[in-house]
């Protein structure tokens, strides 16, 4: 039996998908904004604030490990209703909310634990998304692509208002693009067009690798190419790579490189 806590994006689905069809127990606590499992018989609705119920059903139900998929976005605090262990949980939950959306699941990772409730990777039972070191597109990082990239590996490692953040552009020895709390697709749209940088996606400092890992998808690729941009990298067995197939071609066809460091 595993217990999935399932918020937004389309990752949430590809990962009950293939509990579905390995044919595992599980139950869901849906954590969506629009309660988009309703259909799910093994759903269940319960408030972030009712640690209680939470914690009641993953024993009721004698589970032993939980995974998380998909995107669980900060909730209204000042209408949540708390139940006992909500009141007591809660303020640790509140002060992480303050730094962003991965560290609300941090703060309820932390939160299982103490009660002795196992979190494994969101990748799972999924390990194929994630790929592996090497060069995935026919276009390769030449020369002053691996010096930008080195660039970028330095800024990632030694510069603290990068903590919290998962991705760059870069362009030589420039940062074109820092990720803010709104994710990349909104860091990539204040880019000029022709920008011609690296968008560049690796684990934040300290991150808990069992969530929030860099994801890139098709539409990733999208704004790469309205953007100018020559490639994207990424850590190998540290990334979420959805839509494999269709990136993969999308960026041949329009020369831009993969490169998984």
């Known amino acids: 039996?595993?217990?999935?806590?399932?918020?937004?994006?389309?990752?949430?689905?590809?990962?009950?998908?293939?509990?579905?069809?390995?044919?595992?127990?599980?139950?869901?606590?849906?954590?969506?904004?629009?309660?988009?499992?309703?259909?799910?018989?093994?759903?269940?609705?319960?408030?972030?604030?009712?640690?209680?119920?939470?914690?009641?059903?993953?024993?009721?139900?004698?589970?032993?490990?939980?995974?998380?998929?998909?995107?669980?976005?900060?909730?209204?605090?000042?209408?949540?209703?708390?139940?006992?262990?909500?009141?007591?949980?809660?303020?640790?939950?509140?002060?992480?909310?303050?730094?962003?959306?991965?560290?609300?699941?941090?703060?309820?990772?932390?939160?299982?634990?103490?009660?002795?409730?196992?979190?494994?990777?969101?990748?799972?039972?999924?390990?194929?998304?994630?790929?592996?070191?090497?060069?995935?597109?026919k276009l390769k990082p030449n020369k002053q692509d691996i010096n930008s990239i080195k660039k970028g590996k330095v800024f990632f490692n030694k510069t603290k208002s990068l903590d919290h953040i998962q991705a760059l552009v870069v362009k030589g020895d420039k940062i074109l693009a820092k990720e803010g709390k709104e994710g990349t697709r909104k860091m990539l749209s204040k880019l000029k067009k022709n920008s011609d940088g690296i968008l560049i996606k690796l684990p934040k400092k300290k991150q808990d690798l069992r969530m929030d890992l860099p994801t890139i998808g098709l539409q990733t690729f999208v704004d790469i190419k309205k953007y100018g941009l020559r490639g994207v990298v990424l850590e190998s067995k540290k990334n979420i790579f959805l839509d494999k197939i269709e990136c993969i071609k999308f960026a041949n066809k329009n020369k831009i490189f993969i490169n998984i460091i």
């Not at 990962?15 to 988009?36: A, M």
């Not at 490990?65 to 909500?86: H, Q, T, W, Y």
């Not at 640790?92 to 303050?98: E, G, L, N, P, T």
């Not at 494994?120 to 995935?136: D, H, M, R, T, W």
């Open 1 to 137: 039996m595993i217990g999935l806590f399932l918020g937004d994006t389309n990752f949430s689905e590809i990962v009950l998908k293939k509990i579905k069809k390995q044919k595992i127990r599980y139950f869901i606590i849906d954590f969506s904004k629009k309660n988009k499992f309703k259909g799910d018989n093994n759903s269940f609705r319960i408030s972030i604030g009712k640690f209680g119920a939470i914690i009641n059903l993953i024993k009721q139900k004698k589970c032993k490990k939980v995974l998380f998929a998909g995107k669980i976005s900060k909730p209204n605090f000042s209408s949540i209703r708390l139940d006992f262990k909500g009141i007591y949980y809660m303020p640790s939950v509140i002060r992480a909310a303050k730094i962003g959306d991965a560290a609300i699941i941090k703060s309820i990772i932390k939160i299982l634990n103490n009660e002795g409730i196992k979190v494994i990777s969101s990748i799972f039972f999924n390990p194929e998304l994630s790929l592996k070191k090497g060069n995935y597109s």
